[in-house]
């Protein structure tokens, strides 16, 4: 069974920084492309970064690029996104992200709050 377990999300201050992690399990991690995505209240989902299996590739939407940057072990099946100069626009339910064969696969989320 797939399962994706997202943590590290909080409240933050404008310009602050966290952390998350996803821990994943059931599934050939270190063969597969993970991404990151967040759903702002009353917004569909917003897809804003990725990596490809083996950390070689990252991707990332305009609104993140340079301020998020995601990473993974292989070692630990786990993917993190290190966000840093937060703005109160970020604020989202983050999820951990991925297809395999063509099914979409979440975690629960990890709340992230931006104040102002």
């Known amino acids: 069974e797939v399962q994706l377990v997202e943590s590290g999300g909080g409240l933050v201050h404008s310009g602050g920084s966290l952390r998350l992690s996803c821990a994943a399990s059931?599934?050939?991690?270190?063969?597969?492309?993970m991404s990151w995505v967040r759903q702002a209240p009353g917004e569909g989902p917003e897809w804003i970064s990725g990596i490809r299996s083996g950390g070689g590739v990252t991707m990332y939407d305009g609104s993140v690029k340079g301020r998020f940057a995601i990473s993974r072990d292989d070692a630990k099946n786990t993917v993190y996104l290190q966000m840093n100069s937060l703005k109160p626009g970020d604020t989202a339910v983050y999820y951990c992200y991925l297809q395999i064969l063509g099914r979409p696969y979440w975690g629960q989320g990890t709340q992230v709050t931006v104040s102002s």
């Open positions: 059931g599934f050939s991690f270190g063969s597969s492309d």
